[in-house]
């Protein structure tokens, strides 16, 4: 079922590995042309556009774009007590580890009288899109909304596409999901009108402000990711996210059953999904084969699984050594690596690029996706060589903050004007001569 590429013997570099590899992805450039006139009319005509685009392309059009709070309410009441439950849980870990990652202000003094202040300030309002599709996300309400809480985000709004088998409100799951949360502003808009609804704000047809945001999170299918990339720059955005992806790298010592449940689980999502294994051991790839047509008979969504394992973008990579296909899943960079040898905890510490690494054959991706602690919003499409998933940081801004005193400029000033005049820009240099002009000789002034 799954392809493969075998670089036993070679010592590939960098450059070959990543043409090598399988990879899948989208072409945003291809939609750009479908989703600016979207993008424009929404910023011309506001939620008007908004929600006719919705009923052209879900089917379906609310009454007005904010969910009513009545509903939310009604949608926790009549939630699973289970489901409340396990959402609770994930709440709960997911707020321990990103309480964690909020930073603290720092002063360093740089001389006598002269300071820089380094202030960590939230993003004032966000908008965190989750998505519809083949699934429900109320895991990815979860995600987006903890680490923008824990950073200290005044405002949030959550948005989400309508949906027609409940009468034009996002998933019931998805409202609940908010409603445990403290979320009281949801929005029934999707695809890439979200976006730029988010971007450009408007009046509801009720009368009702929809304030603009200054950062959009959250994944979405590829109309999404047009619009923010339309969108970057008036918005901050937090990720052009591809399609999700699940490397593993395994050796002799890895069970085959569970290799091949954890590369369904991620097939699962979508057809354009990835699941790579890489390994030194032939005979655990061909168990893993056997495994995988076994579980694909019984699992639910079969035909999905199937298209994806079977895609470009799905495989398996047979390398000499583990230290080699260290070197391979670093290349690729996978959203979720799953790291199942002997050594695990060991191997783990040399991976360099990757979204989240699971260690060992107890840590698999699903229980990331939901109650491992961990963000599940993570970078793909090889991105996780150079980003990173969501976390509070995302939501946070660096502001330098100077405090010199006159001493403290007049001991650096000779230095301020030499590098200006290098540069060729004498007026930075008179912006702070003149200060100590009357401080000067005469014939210096």
Not at 9 to 29: H, I, M, N, Q, Y
Not at 56 to 85: H, K
Not at 369 to 388: I, Q
Request: hydrophobic share 45%; glycine share 8%.
């Amino acid at each position: 079922m799954l392809a493969r590429t075998d670089l036993r013997g070679r010592t590939p570099s960098t450059a070959e590995l990543r043409a090598a590899l399988p990879r899948g992805g989208v072409d945003v450039d291809a939609v750009l042309h479908r989703v600016r006139p979207v993008v424009e009319a929404v910023r011309d005509r506001g939620a008007v556009a908004a929600l006719e685009f919705g009923e052209q392309f879900d089917g379906v059009r609310p009454e007005q774009v904010r969910v009513p709070a009545a509903e939310l309410e009604r949608a926790l009441g009549e939630l699973d007590p289970d489901v409340r439950s396990a959402l609770e849980v994930a709440i709960e870990r997911t707020r321990k580890v990103h309480a964690d990652q909020r930073r603290i202000d720092t002063v360093t003094e740089v001389v006598p009288g002269g300071t820089v202040t380094e202030r960590w300030v939230p993003v004032d309002r966000v908008g965190l899109y989750v998505p519809g599709g083949n699934a429900v996300y109320p895991s990815s309400v979860v995600m987006n909304v903890v680490p923008a809480q824990q950073a200290g985000v005044r405002s949030l709004v959550v948005t989400s596409p309508p949906q027609a088998e409940f009468g034009g409100l996002p998933h019931p799951t998805v409202l609940a999901a908010c409603a445990l949360l403290g979320v009281t502003e949801v929005w029934a808009v999707g695809g890439g009108q979200a976006v730029a609804l988010l971007t450009y704000g408007g009046t509801d047809t009720d009368g009702g402000e929809l304030a603009p945001v200054d950062m959009i999170t959250g994944p979405g299918n590829i109309y999404v990711t047009a619009a923010k990339r339309l969108c970057r720059g008036l918005v901050g955005i937090d990720a052009e996210a591809g399609p999700t992806e699940i490397a593993i790298l395994a050796d002799r010592t890895a069970d085959p059953v569970h290799v091949a449940a954890d590369l369904i689980s991620q097939a699962e999502h979508d057809v354009m999904a990835a699941s790579v294994l890489v390994t030194d051991s032939p005979e655990l790839a061909d168990a893993v084969d056997d495994a995988l047509a076994r579980q694909l008979a019984v699992t639910k969504h079969r035909a999905r699984v199937a298209e994806a394992l079977s895609g470009e973008q799905s495989g398996i990579i047979l390398v000499s050594s583990v230290a080699d296909g260290l070197r391979v899943v670093n290349a690729y960079a996978a959203e979720h690596l799953e790291i199942q040898t002997a050594d695990a905890s060991q191997v783990a510490q040399s991976v360099t690029s990757a979204g989240a690494v699971f260690v060992g054959p107890w840590a698999p991706v699903s229980l990331g996706d939901y109650c491992a602690g961990s963000n599940h919003v993570l970078p793909t499409a090889g991105c996780a060589r150079h980003s990173s998933g969501l976390s509070v940081q995302t939501f946070l801004r660096g502001i330098h903050v100077v405090d010199y005193s006159q001493d403290a400029l007049a001991d650096v000033a000779k230095h301020v004007v030499a590098l200006a005049n290098a540069e060729d820009l004498p007026a930075h240099g008179e912006a702070v001569r003149l200060r100590f002009e009357e401080l000067l000789p005469e014939d210096e002034r």
